[in-house]
């Protein structure tokens, strides 16, 4: 990629200059993260050089997973980091209970481990990776179903989520998120939560902009975190299918990038930090992760450019989930409530009255 500017801007001016969002809560969470899932293709070496890089360069936000398989070396760097002068009260760290550790204890579990992999006393935020228990293997077939799995049952998540609530309680965790749900998910757990999401992590991209999801959010005091910014282009093979969209060739974005001079992947993050989702790329390139940060600096798209960028939206859902539906469902629309309702045991097949497996 190329560098939104051809003037070189050091570390601490960048620290200086990145916006950043205000929370719920009053604290603030810079607009520019660096992603840390690795798909298939990198390993946790890479991954943490990379986020080595990224803070030297200035990023202060990191999106962490426990499933990602790279905390313990992430850990390393931040516990590195640190010594060296940044400020940890500046640096926003977030991770994510994975789901095969949706009980109570297991969740409360997951995020200590997270904690001592990361060397961290707390943690900036908690997520809740996907609202539905299951498990499967790495490398996956779209087609694999955990025998085990099961759908969105609300008593169940609530059950998960005070667990975290807890962790909030005593300090480990300063803020939870959701991640992967949609209105009618997030209409009950608004309505039961003591401890209010403050941040909502979503697929975000030009092709998919999620309007409502993201007015909801808005609406509610729910802090976007846009994944898959870009397209995602380095995505694992089986969430890969024949009608998927380019975002960076269409045909808008690549005028608006012309315009600027740049790669059409830095006009995806430019109208990202515009509408106020925090946008989280992945790169283990240094060339990549700086062109990203110096484009939220320099040059933003102009109104018109932004209003331009609300035709590119095509609904081009790239992460469809199909690996973590569970015996009985239909389809991977079975997973985003697409008609409002939640769906049981059975998904939209047969309805919520079909018997349980």
Request: overall charge negative.
């Amino acid at each position: 990629m190329m560098h939104s500017t051809g003037v070189a801007v050091d570390a601490e001016a960048r620290d200086e200059l990145l916006p950043s969002r205000t929370l719920r809560t009053g604290f603030r969470i810079p607009a520019l993260g660096i992603g840390t899932f690795g798909s298939d293709r990198y390993g946790s070496e890479a991954v943490s050089a990379a986020v080595r890089g990224a803070l030297s360069a200035g990023y202060r936000l990191v999106d962490c997973a426990s499933v990602y398989g790279n905390e313990a070396e992430i850990g390393h760097v931040l516990s590195d980091a640190f010594r060296s002068g940044i400020p940890r009260d500046e640096t926003f760290v977030m991770s994510k209970v994975w789901n095969d550790a949706h009980g109570p204890d297991d969740a409360a579990a997951s995020v200590r481990r997270s904690l001592a992999d990361l060397r961290l006393d707390y943690l900036d935020a908690v997520f809740v990776h996907w609202p539905v228990p299951n498990h499967h293997a790495p490398h996956a077939d779209p087609d694999a179903r955990d025998p085990n799995a099961r759908p969105y049952l609300h008593d169940e998540f609530m059950a998960t989520w005070r667990s975290l609530e807890a962790l909030v309680d005593e300090g480990s965790v300063r803020h939870l998120g959701t991640s992967n749900v949609t209105i009618p998910k997030l209409d009950l757990i608004t309505r039961d939560a003591r401890v209010q999401p403050s941040l909502n992590e979503m697929e975000l991209h030009p092709t998919f902009q999620q309007p409502e999801l993201f007015q909801y959010c808005r609406d509610h005091d729910i802090q976007p975190v846009g994944y898959s910014p870009l397209g995602s282009p380095s995505r694992p093979e089986r969430d890969r299918t024949a009608d998927d969209i380019v975002d960076v060739e269409d045909p808008v974005i690549a005028r608006i990038a012309e315009a600027h001079g740049v790669h059409p992947a830095l006009i995806c993050l430019k109208w990202a930090v515009a509408r106020g989702q925090i946008p989280i790329p992945f790169s283990v390139k240094e060339s990549q992760y700086l062109a990203n940060i110096d484009a939220v600096l320099h040059d933003p798209l102009t109104p018109v450019e932004i209003e331009k960028m609300r035709s590119v939206e095509r609904n081009n859902r790239l992460i469809k989930g199909q690996v973590f539906l569970w015996p009985g469902a239909g389809s991977w629309l079975d997973l985003w409530d697409v008609d409002g309702t939640i769906p049981g045991w059975r998904g939209y097949a047969l309805g919520d009255d079909a018997p349980r497996p």
